[in-house]
């Protein structure tokens, strides 16, 4: 679906006068050069002005010309994301969510109930790696990287980010379908079953409080044979079996640890119970310490260029979820210490970029209007990441899709884009960036237009969500998903045969418009079908931001919050008003007064309060409010509820 952007002039030749047109307004015929050394007119579809000035009568049909070479700008046919209409259904969007985050159960390591191999009716044994060892220090669990099965740690970091920020900016997004090992609903929904995996793995990548365990496996050894995980760890060493090499570190890894550290203050925040919150609240100040005196990334052994040399947006990102997680003020201290003189980052959520998570959560929980301290503004970073990044590189594409480089991973990074826009979003909704009502549409629609590519509405007519309704059309390379136990697989077989479980990994997407081979092996095209946790991680921000407003849980929501917070409303004796609290975890409490029409009327700065009941008394003054009916919104963690209290003089 094209548009004509406003910036967008046709100048016809009409014998000696002059046609100025904009797509979606009247012509304006000018009827002689001579005459005429400025027309300004306004378009009306910005309420925008635009300005041509045309001075004397030697101007030819080849300047001419080049004025229209000059103002029928790049954009001249630019993607309508503004008015995006969705032929899915918001159960289509429901079921995507599903696969993507079972998905993540396709990749456990380790005895930890991988479903691809218990599911598996032709494998014997069921458990893979369950060696991976540093020192003899077990470091056995966690999630396979993509379709092969090292472990790496810039990935899974990342992607457990991904998943934790999206249930918790939108819990009622995430069903409970199963429990940790696919049995009857646990009362957990299920992302955070899935989380878990990968935060006790992090736990035990620190054997001490000077190593950091960073990668299992060898990614050549790895890559040597075709089969299942579990049949794999039969193999010799040299072919990827136990027990396979680990590497560490204790000198660098602070970003990685610092990203591990930050999906463990979430689990502190939302896992239900209260002995593995207080682990993962530990272990989230232990990593962040590590993280400090460890500086600089990590030298990834094969497979991966080293992570970019920007490390302030994990340490940002861990510190301010410890401020959150404990209200200790040094940690959000640090947090602005980390933005100072920084930039916006320019490149979509990726498993080395996670500036736009951290631009969200400063927004959010440290000041709406908070800066780097030389003049840029945190508010306007990500809103640059969204429309001068994002929509920009879609654009100019038929199916409004961005193409941020043309090989390994387009759909990964075109969804980590997603992700920022629903952020974006988020913050327009909550009034916390600036923003037209135009910019909140295009960066909803933007986000729904790239998960709709995904699903299937593309130029291929086929989802890149493998096995989504069933289509498995587009291949992935995933050794698990393909279930074969053919002693050498053929590459032949590879790209041919049918696969034993639809997966739910994200396919890792063309190479350019029309342009996708759809082969497992042979030559570069793997880098089309790969698939990994840091393909789904930022899927499932980005369908989340969707699921929780067109299919919500509100079972869920209502149940993690009676979990965590429970409070009643009285009047004091003074006249003041009370609340009256009782926590079941730690967390930021923010209290606001308003009236029935949204204005403030009083507002009791964030605290840090711990597990236990209080008796707060909030609201003072109530004589100058006035009497009449008033909202009291109770902040817990980033969810908010209201209730109405009535004030009489």
Same mark, same amino acid.
């Given at each position: ?24 307004? #009247? ?17 009306? #579809? ?47 969007? #429901? ?23 218990? @599911? ?192 302030? @947006? ?41 500036? @736009? ?127 074969? #136990? ?164």
């Amino acid at each position: 679906m094209y548009q004509f952007s406003s910036a967008t002039l046709i100048i016809l030749l009409l014998g000696k006068g002059v046609c100025i047109k904009h797509p979606f307004s #009247t012509i304006w015929r000018i009827p002689s050069i001579t005459h005429i050394r400025k027309k300004r007119f306004q378009t009306p #579809t910005t309420g925008r002005w635009w300005e041509l000035r045309l001075k004397g009568n030697i101007l030819k049909r080849k300047y001419l010309l080049f004025i229209v070479s000059c103002l029928v700008i790049k954009d001249l046919f630019a993607y309508d994301y503004l008015n995006y209409a969705s032929a899915f259904k918001p159960a289509d969007y #429901t079921e995507a969510m599903r696969m993507a985050v079972k998905f993540f159960g396709g990749q456990r390591c380790g005895n930890t109930h991988n479903w691809m191999l218990y @599911d598996h009716e032709g494998l014997a044994v069921k458990v893979c790696h369950t060696k991976d060892a540093y020192q003899g220090k077990d470091v056995s669990g966690g999630w396979h990287d993509c379709g092969d099965h090292i472990k790496v740690a810039v990935t899974m970091g990342y992607s457990a980010l991904c998943l934790l920020c999206a249930y918790d900016i939108w819990p009622q997004a995430f069903r409970d379908m199963y429990d940790a090992e696919y049995g009857p609903p646990n009362s957990i929904p299920d992302v955070l079953d899935e989380a878990k995996i990968a935060t006790d793995f992090f736990i035990k990548s620190f054997p001490d409080e000077n190593t950091f365990v960073y990668y299992a496996g060898n990614g050549d050894y790895d890559h040597k044979r075709w089969s299942p995980s579990s049949v794999q760890s039969g193999f010799p060493v040299p072919e990827g079996g136990d027990p396979r090499p680990t590497t560490a570190s204790s000198t660098t890894g602070g970003a990685q640890a610092a990203a591990y550290g930050a999906a463990l203050c979430l689990m502190a925040i939302h896992y239900p119970d209260a002995a593995y919150r207080d682990l993962c609240r530990q272990n989230a100040i232990k990593l962040y310490a590590y993280a400090k005196s460890h500086p600089g990334n990590i030298s990834i052994p094969s497979f991966y260029p080293s992570p970019n040399t920007e490390t302030s @947006d994990e340490m940002g990102l861990c510190a301010v979820m410890l401020y959150r997680l404990t209200g200790n003020e040094q940690y959000k201290n640090e947090a602005v210490q980390y933005i100072a003189g920084k930039w916006e980052s320019n490149y979509p959520l990726a498993w080395d970029t996670v500036a @736009d998570l951290l631009y969200y959560y400063l927004i959010t929980f440290v000041d709406k209007n908070i800066s780097n301290g030389s003049g840029g503004s945190i508010a306007n970073f990500i809103t640059k990441n969204v429309f001068n990044l994002a929509v920009p590189a879609g654009n100019p594409h038929a199916e409004g899709y961005p193409f941020f480089q043309n090989r390994w991973g387009t759909n990964k990074l075109a969804c980590g884009s997603a992700f920022a826009a629903a952020l974006y979003n988020e913050l327009a909704k909550k009034g916390l960036v600036t923003n037209t009502d135009n910019n909140k549409k295009i960066s909803k629609n933007f986000n729904r237009r790239i998960i709709d590519y995904m699903l299937g509405e593309n130029e291929f007519d086929h989802p890149f969500i493998h096995g989504y309704k069933g289509d498995m059309t587009h291949r992935i390379h995933h050794r698990n998903a393909f279930g074969s #136990t053919v002693e050498h697989t053929t590459t032949e077989q590879k790209n041919t045969l049918p696969f034993k479980f639809a997966s739910g990994g994200l396919i890792g997407g063309p190479s350019d418009y029309k342009s996708f081979k759809n082969l497992v092996e042979g030559g570069d095209a793997f880098m089309e079908t790969e698939g990994g946790c840091d393909y789904n991680g930022p899927l499932i921000g980005a369908l989340a931001n969707i699921v929780a407003e067109l299919d919500p849980i509100s079972a869920i929501k209502q149940h993690a919050r009676a979990r965590t917070i429970q409070y009643r409303l009285c009047r004091t004796n003074s006249g003041n008003l009370q609340l009256t609290l009782s926590l079941a975890c730690p967390g930021m409490l923010q209290i606001h007064l308003t009236d029935l029409r949204g204005k403030t009327i009083q507002k009791v700065p964030a605290r840090y309060y711990r597990q236990g009941a209080y008796a707060i008394e909030v609201i003072t003054g109530l004589r100058q409010a006035g009497c009449g009916m008033y909202l009291v919104s109770v902040g817990f963690n980033g969810q908010w509820s209201a209730l109405r209290t009535m004030i009489i003089n």
